[in-house]
């Protein structure tokens, strides 16, 4: 049995380009009667018809997509990104968000593809996966209802409201907490495009001191706030 998702898009043009830089192949194109496109990537199949008139903005087009390992096809898709637009947009359309773990997905670690049509792909890692172990301290929960507000429900306003709020009124969290939360805030900052706010939060993170330890431990995020900086 087989199920292929079928989306809405503006220009099956711009989606070849799109899925053609994450390391789609196009199976299928037509432009008469109906504009229609086929991507796929390995056992991923993605179809698409083209609708006169549509707001990418306006689309509620989505799937969810299991992969054996989301980190995997993140860097895939990220340096494919790169090569097309010269980094990996976070925000408008199309973006990326990065493989975080999801409180309302057991803690998988999953990414969000915002394609050029609207369409959300959410990427979670097979069910049979282990979730990541993550820590329990206050800014961490805050964290966690920040992203699935963000990156699930499509609300980075008040993800940014309920970060800050816990920012502001936790000092106990430990150095690679905040970093985390930070570091998402400032995701979330260029996402509703405020680069002062971006800036101030950028600045506090590199003024919190970080052990050998902890910076073995924040590698991927601390790579990923360098490519934020990219966004200025």
Not at 205 to 227: C, F, K, M
Request: net charge negative; glycine share 8%; charged share 20%.
């Amino acid at each position: 049995m087989k199920v292929v998702p079928l989306l809405p898009c503006a220009s099956i043009d711009d989606m070849l380009t799109f899925y053609t830089a994450l390391g789609f192949e196009r199976t299928y194109r037509q432009t008469k009667p109906n504009p229609y496109l086929a991507m796929q990537r390995e056992g991923i199949d993605l179809h698409f018809f083209g609708m006169p008139g549509f707001e990418p903005a306006d689309s509620y087009g989505s799937c969810i997509i299991q992969v054996p390992d989301t980190a995997e096809l993140h860097r895939a898709f990220a340096s494919g990104l790169r090569a097309l637009y010269g980094k990996v947009p976070v925000a408008g359309i199309p973006r990326m968000t990065r493989p975080r773990p999801r409180k309302n997905a057991e803690g998988l670690a999953g990414f969000t593809v915002v394609d050029p049509g609207g369409n959300w792909l959410r990427i979670f890692p097979t069910a049979a996966a282990s979730s990541r172990p993550h820590a329990e301290g206050k800014l961490t929960q805050a964290l966690d209802n920040a992203v699935v507000l963000a990156d699930s429900h499509g609300d980075p306003a008040q993800a940014a409201k309920i970060l800050d709020g816990a920012l502001a009124r936790i000092s106990d969290a430990s150095a690679v907490e905040r970093v985390e939360a930070l570091a998402y805030r400032a995701e979330l900052a260029f996402a509703l495009q405020d680069p002062f706010r971006a800036s101030a939060v950028l600045k506090e993170l590199d003024g919190i001191p970080l052990s050998p330890a902890d910076r073995e431990e924040l590698a991927e995020t601390l790579a990923a706030v360098s490519e934020l900086r990219g966004n200025y």
